[in-house]
Every structure is written in structure tokens, then in C-alpha cells.
């Protein structure tokens, strides 16, 4: 069964950085394109990031462009996504998900983690 984990999330004033990672287990990364997508209190689950299987290809939302930046380590079987000049409007629960083709629509994603709570408050 695939799983994947999520962690790194926290409580960071505005203007800070936190690195979330996501963690594959009982599959191989390799194969698959990884996304990132962020969930607030009372909204649609949102489309962050994403990153083809070999990592040649990434696509960022634009209200993380320039801040956001996704990487992946296959030889660590993990995703990262780096978050520098944080924002309140980015407190959420991060979750990476799966799939076979690099895009920013949840449903193209077929395993999810359980998610990580990114609070960005002073």
C-alpha cells in the first residue's frame, strides 16, 4: 500500500521559513509525480506545487511563486517543499499526494498523506 507522510509543519511568525518533507514508504518515488496542496478552515483544497518523477519539470501557484520552492530526493524516497517569506493567508494543513502526471488538480492525485499543520501567526 502506498503511504505517504508528511512532516515539518509548525507555528512560524510572517516573514519565516519551514521545510516540509514527505516521506514514501512502501513504494518507490521514483515513478511518480509528487504534488503539494494546502487545505485552510472553511476552503476548497488548493493546488501549492508540484513536481514531475524526474524532478525536470515543476509548477507553483502563483501565490507562492518566488517564495515556494519544490524539490524532490529520490535516493531519500522524499519530496521537500521549502517555504521562505511566510504569510498569514498560508497557514493551512499541507498534504502531498501521489499520482502520474505532474498537476496542480487534487483529483489527478490518487494517494494522499494525512497532513501537516503550517500556522503562520505572530
Known amino acids: 500500500q502506498l503511504q505517504l507522510v508528511e512532516s515539518g509543519g509548525g507555528l512560524v511568525q510572517p516573514g519565516g521559513s519551514l521545510r516540509l518533507s514527505c516521506a514514501a514508504s512502501g513504494f518507490t518515488l521514483d515513478y511518480y509525480a509528487i504534488g503539494w496542496f494546502r487545505q485552510a478552515p472553511g476552503k476548497e483544497r488548493e493546488g501549492v506545487s508540484c513536481i514531475s518523477s524526474s524532478g525536470g519539470s515543476t509548477n507553483y501557484a502563483d501565490s507562492v511563486k518566488g517564495r515556494f520552492t519544490i524539490s524532490r530526493d529520490n535516493a531519500k524516497n522524499t519530496v521537500y517543499l521549502q517555504m521562505n517569506s511566510l504569510k498569514p493567508e498560508d497557514t493551512a494543513v499541507y498534504y502531498c499526494?501521489?499520482?502520474?502526471?505532474?498537476?496542480?488538480?487534487?483529483?489527478?492525485?490518487?494517494?494522499w498523506g494525512q497532513g501537516t499543520q503550517v500556522t503562520v501567526s505572530s
Open positions: 499526494a501521489a499520482g502520474f502526471i505532474a498537476t496542480m488538480y487534487p483529483s489527478d492525485f490518487g494517494s
